[in-house]
């Protein structure tokens, strides 16, 4: 193969594809040769947010990393100039053979983000990579590409959410990192927005909630400053979605927490401001890059033949969570309205459109709130989470209604949000367990949020005899590890006993495993 001529053709293309442009300043002759000069700007070491990698595909994966030598300041403690970057992909760790290289260019206006999508990379294959900027040599990362359709017998993947920082110690991703995985999924509370806890178990720089651009990129610095986090990003590629604290706890459209504290304009604006850190901070495609407030999150990812990914926004469409309120309650009839939407129309239709064509084995609908009913009622009284999709029964309606017609390839649901883990089915009739079951569904824990933890959440006996199509709890911090194949998917439930001092040991608490085709998992 002539690489070096794949290699030229690359670089330019790759060029073109990543800054979408050149700026004034800076010309398509010039740039290399200042990148390969080591920039014109004196910085400081720049990698201190580590290095990224996500959204996999069969031919491309996105690299990621921010130059910021201080990242708590505005700014980054970058010049206000945009920096020339080099970056190399290699077939091996010591980058003997460099797979392809090129120059990008990292904007003051995306907080010094790089977003290189790398193209015309092998199929199911490890991949280094590295970063150049003046002078300074990034961390070397490690990622994977997805497998070409009809190739695929196996895949491994994690999936976490909620991992407030001060309330806990990262243990999970430690050990998350000796894991085999090809993927990490992660689905939402990336960060928490509030005020930081003074009294948490480790220290915050931020003060307070943050509003503008520079507050929430603060505030991610906070977060991803953690050195297992770094090292979880730097070893596999990830996919990734938000829920509400990486905004606004329990935003939802155009609507704030506090809608008589904050406008309309007040609450867009800021929003503008969360997605636009979101994006700078996440290993995102161009295509999610945020326009003012708006951010394209939704997005499909396949995996061979194996696995479709859904990657749903629960967030930024749904209509008002608030006519019964936010916490658990009796089903309250406003519910009920036929217009009411979790996905928003465009969406609705996407993922329904998705999974009439998908071929894949398993659909997994990676996404943030409980998707299947659970009467947490702890009297005879049915009760309901009030801001899941038990809040949207006819927006769910319509995925089950469609899922039992289609059949689509065995859908499986992987959830966030709830602090602790749980196992259960959806059924064509929410809320008839003997109606025919249609999707499996998977809630994990947290990271850390919710703190040390105990066996069981206080009110899972209530939950779990009131509900035959609820299979398991814990209330223990972890991930979701899979192991799946295409007659069997296996749900490794990891836990650790506490996160409020570091060094947890690990261990698996439970496995649920699903033959291909049977929605209700059984206890391995
Ligand atoms: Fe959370
Ligand atoms: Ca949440």
Excluded at 398 to 421: C, K, S, Y
């Amino acid at each position: 193969m002539h690489r070096k001529e794949t290699h030229r053709r690359f670089d330019r293309r790759s060029f073109l594809a990543t800054t979408g442009g050149i700026a004034a300043g800076a010309t398509l002759s010039t740039l290399p040769r200042l990148a390969r000069a080591g920039g014109s700007a004196k910085f400081a070491w720049p990698y201190t947010l580590g290095v990224a990698s996500g959204d996999p595909l069969s031919d491309a994966v996105v690299i990621w990393t921010r130059l910021a030598p201080a990242p708590q300041d505005p700014g980054g403690g970058m010049p206000s100039e945009p920096q020339p970057v080099c970056w190399e992909v290699a077939r091996d760790e010591h980058f003997h053979r460099i797979e392809c290289s090129g120059e990008t260019l990292a904007w003051p206006e995306q907080g010094h983000s790089v977003h290189v999508d790398v193209r015309g990379l092998d199929a199911a294959r490890t991949y280094w990579y590295r970063f150049t900027a003046g002078g300074h040599q990034s961390p070397i990362g490690r990622t994977r590409t997805a497998p070409r359709a009809h190739h695929a017998d196996r895949l491994r993947f994690a999936f976490a959410s909620c991992q407030h920082f001060e309330t806990g110690y990262y243990t999970a991703y430690q050990h998350m990192a000796e894991e085999d995985l090809d993927l990490v999924v992660f689905l939402g509370d990336y960060m928490y927005e509030g005020v930081p806890n003074p009294n948490g178990v480790r220290s915050h720089t931020g003060l307070a909630e943050p509003l503008s651009v520079d507050d929430y990129r603060a505030r991610y610095a906070n977060y991803r400053s953690d050195q297992h986090l770094q090292r979880a990003h730097a070893l596999f590629p990830w996919i990734v979605t938000f829920d509400d604290h990486e905004v606004d706890n329990n935003w939802s459209a155009d609507i704030p927490q506090d809608p008589d504290l904050q406008s309309t304009e007040a609450f867009l604006a800021r929003r503008a401001a969360a997605f636009q850190a979101y994006y700078e901070h996440m290993p995102l495609r161009r295509f999610s890059r945020a326009q003012g407030s708006s951010i394209q999150l939704y997005r499909r990812l396949g995996y061979g033949g194996l696995a479709k990914f859904h990657v749903l926004d629960t967030r930024q469409f749904r209509s008002v969570t608030t006519p019964c309120g936010y916490g658990n309650g009796p089903d309250c009839p406003a519910q009920l309205d036929p217009t009411r939407t979790m996905l928003g129309d465009e969406q609705d239709a996407w993922l329904l459109d998705g999974l009439h064509r998908s071929r894949a084995r398993w659909n997994i609908l990676a996404q943030q709130v409980p998707f299947g009913f659970v009467d947490v009622g702890q009297g005879e009284q049915v009760e309901t989470r009030h801001d899941k999709w038990d809040a949207y029964p006819t927006a769910r309606q319509r995925v089950l209604d469609f899922m039992l017609e289609q059949r689509p390839g065995h859908p499986v649901v992987i959830t966030g949000d709830l602090h602790n883990a749980w196992v259960q089915v959806a059924h064509a009739d929410p809320r008839d367990p003997e109606s025919t079951p249609l999707a499996s569904e998977f809630v994990g824990t947290s990271i850390t949020s919710g703190g040390d933890g105990t066996d069981q959440t206080a009110t899972a006996p209530v939950v779990l005899a009131k509900n035959p199509q609820v299979l398991f709890n814990s209330n223990r911090r972890g991930y979701v590890s899979c192991l799946v194949t295409p007659e069997l998917w296996r749900s490794d439930f990891r836990a650790v006993p506490y996160v409020s001092t570091e060094g947890a040991p690990v261990s698996t608490i439970a496995s649920y495993v699903l033959e291909n085709g049977n929605p209700v998992p059984y206890l391995d």
